[in-house]
């Protein structure tokens, strides 16, 4: 894994789906997300803005480098179903999801907890969370702890599956930039209400809402 210091003000690590050599540089990485800082990272899905969720000053940040609307909430990515109890209510039908179709294409709605900020929800007492199939951003969030997880994009611009898309587009306003190659699906995760302890299709993504039963 090489790093190109672009310009000075911003770093880019250079990649593939290999893990062995992040420790080099998470360290580096963990210090500008606890000082409000933001990073692309790449996802199975789209490559992702991530910032520390719990940080109002660097929630906000993602919202205006993205050019998103206050209302449109962020999601979140976390390492394992451990993390998701961290920030989320865990119903019985959410355990049986996450059991079957994590880590992969699959963003799941569900109940906040009191720790989770009203921003990146825009208010609303669900929260969006997803555990991605990406062995390095696997290993990144396991390292970092949990980050945003919404396309690396300006809102409603294309969509981001490769690296030049987001460099093109916030160029010095992120931090560090994770580049590894294309994504697997070229296309978001299917979105799940689960918050109600059934299941309500929100968008249709990677996952076919064929594979999504009321069992699990």
Do not use: W
Request: hydrophobic residues 40%.
């Amino acid at each position: 894994m090489d790093v190109e210091d672009r310009d000075g003000s911003m770093v880019v690590i250079n990649c593939t789906r290999k893990v062995q050599n992040l420790s080099m540089h998470v360290d580096d990485i963990k210090k500008s997300l606890d000082n409000d800082g933001v990073i692309v990272y790449p996802t199975d899905t789209l490559y992702a803005i991530g910032c520390n969720p719990f940080k109002e000053t660097a929630v906000r940040k993602t919202f205006e480098i993205k050019k998103r609307p206050l209302v449109a909430p962020l999601s979140i990515a976390v390492h394992d179903m451990e993390g998701i109890n961290e920030i989320a209510v865990l119903n019985d039908l959410a355990i049986k999801v996450i059991k079957k179709f994590l880590p992969g294409p699959i963003t799941l709605l569900l109940r906040k907890k009191d720790n989770v900020p009203d921003i990146l929800t825009s208010g609303s007492k669900n929260v969006a969370v997803r555990i991605p199939d990406h062995p390095v951003a696997l290993e990144l969030l396991r390292r970092v702890g949990p980050l945003t997880a919404t396309s690396a994009n300006l809102h409603g611009a294309n969509e981001p599956i490769n690296m030049e898309i987001p460099f093109k587009q916030f160029k010095n306003s992120v931090d560090f930039y994770i580049d590894c190659g294309k994504t697997q699906y070229g296309k978001p995760s299917t979105i799940v209400d689960l918050s109600a302890g059934t299941i309500k299709i929100i968008r249709e993504g990677a996952l076919s809402i064929n594979a999504i039963s009321d069992d699990g």
